[in-house]
């Protein structure tokens, strides 16, 4: 069960797969370089404003942000970002979803989402959701290719809305498929 995908996962994984079939350039997964180089990404919106020379869009109104490496990034409010520097904000209400392949599957709800999808870096403010296995929330997250740190977060395996146990620290290190830092943490059951 714990190996289930979430709906918004399922409907990434279905997206992704769309986009990297209908792209003139798609991803290979066997190109060693593949890593460097930016997943082909489709933007939707209510309106979209793009510059050709400096790289800069903006979005309005309902955003729908799909990468073929498996990423998903919504909002109802706006974004901003620069294709350039292959980085995206969304500076209200985000919706981040991951299912990229070998790596942790992350589904967060919160604000402030700053992303930078070539260097796959950044961060996510007062957020709360599903990384891997486990329920977190935070006031901040910070997004690394390797690991994720979250601070003055809690975790638990509990899917319910007050769980029965949880660890709440003021910083977690997740390190996928290695271990799990957590520091001055607490176990409140």
């Known amino acids: ?99 990229t392949p070998h790596e942790t599957r992350v589904d967060l709800e919160g604000y402030q989402a700053f992303y930078r999808y070539g260097a796959k870096t950044g961060s996510l403010t007062n957020a709360k959701g599903k990384v891997g296995h486990q329920f977190v929330t935070g006031k901040r997250f910070e997004f690394y290719p390797d690991h994720m740190i979250i601070h003055d977060g809690t975790e638990t395996k509990c899917s319910a809305k007050h769980p029965d146990y949880q660890v709440a620290a003021e910083t977690i290190e997740y390190w996928p498929e290695k271990y799990t830092i957590y520091h001055n943490a607490k176990f409140l059951i």
């Open 1 to 99: 069960r714990e190996e289930a995908l979430t709906e918004a996962q399922q409907r990434a994984v279905e997206e992704a797969a769309a986009v990297q079939a209908n792209v003139r350039y798609p991803a290979d997964p066997s190109d060693p370089d593949t890593a460097a180089k930016p997943a082909p990404t489709m933007f939707e919106g209510d309106e979209l404003t793009y510059d050709q020379v400096t790289g800069d869009f903006q979005a309005a109104g309902k955003v729908h942000i799909v990468q073929a490496d498996g990423h998903t990034f919504d909002t109802d409010d706006s974004v901003i970002g620069n294709l350039l520097k292959q980085q995206v904000e969304l500076p209200g209400y985000a919706h981040i979803v991951q299912v």
